[in-house]
């Protein structure tokens, strides 16, 4: 099946720094990613919607200046955590929808593994 | 909220027993997914029914669906140990896929 990478899978940094996690799509081109944040013990949230080429769709509640998403090509999605507090301590999933699929919405996405931040 | 209900949000039985899940959704969907996540994993996943099926199977799993309850079923047949993980429903709508509190399964050897 289709593959998606995450990257740090882990990161523990000090408050006020940040950090850039990476999703990509190893086999597959993916127009959409998708940011979720899972806090433990509950679901996933979704915090945003990035599309290649184009700004990311934030969620009502998700602060865009202190979540930076980029989408710079069709394989590969950042999420930067900036200037990140121990609040922000989670585990961060993305997932993707293989470009195939754009515009029916009827597929699965496949997700990464997650990356788990800890803001000391 | 964007989150969907499931439940129980916890269950525990006995392996060789089957484990049925229950999940509401609250907006009208394309299709209704089922993930599978393994503590501190990522999401695996399970299953995918779509608005106009009532039901699904795919192994030992079996999906229903009922649109005007806005609700869905996994059951897992003839449940092994290895089964045990969390598992999520997922609502897919024009744009998103909302995902439900999750059920936290534990299957005992």
């Known amino acids: 099946g289709a593959v998606v990478s995450q990257h740090p899978s882990w990161v523990i940094c000090k408050s006020g720094t940040s950090v850039k996690i990476e999703c990509r799509s190893l086999d597959f081109q993916a127009t959409t990613m998708f940011w979720y944040r899972q806090f433990p013990k509950q679901s996933l949230m979704l915090m945003a919607t990035s599309n290649e080429g184009s700004k990311a769709t934030y969620e009502q509640g998700v602060e865009k200046d202190k979540f930076l998403i980029n989408h710079a090509s069709l394989t590969l999605s950042t999420l930067t955590v900036t200037s990140a507090h121990p609040e922000d301590s989670s585990f961060y999933i993305c997932s993707a929808r293989d470009h195939r699929s754009r515009g029916a919405n009827t597929g699965e996405l496949f997700f990464g593994e997650g990356s788990r931040l800890t803001v000391l | 909220s964007q989150q969907g209900e499931e439940d129980p949000q916890a269950l525990s039985i006995q392996e060789g027993e089957n484990a049925t899940m229950n999940c509401s959704y609250k907006?009208?969907?394309?299709?209704l997914q089922w993930y599978r996540q393994n503590s501190g994993r990522g999401l695996v996943h399970l299953i995918l029914?779509?608005?106009?099926?009532r039901e699904k199977h795919s192994g030992r799993l079996r999906v229903t669906l009922d649109t005007s309850k806005k609700s869905s079923s996994l059951l897992i047949t003839a449940s092994r140990a290895a089964d045990t993980a969390s598992y999520f429903c997922?609502?897919?709508?024009?744009?998103?896929?909302?995902f439900g509190q999750g059920t936290r399964l534990t299957i005992n050897p």
């Open positions: 029914i779509r608005s106009n099926e």
């Open positions: 997922a609502s897919q709508g024009a744009q998103k896929l909302v």
């Open positions: 907006t009208s969907i394309n299709n």
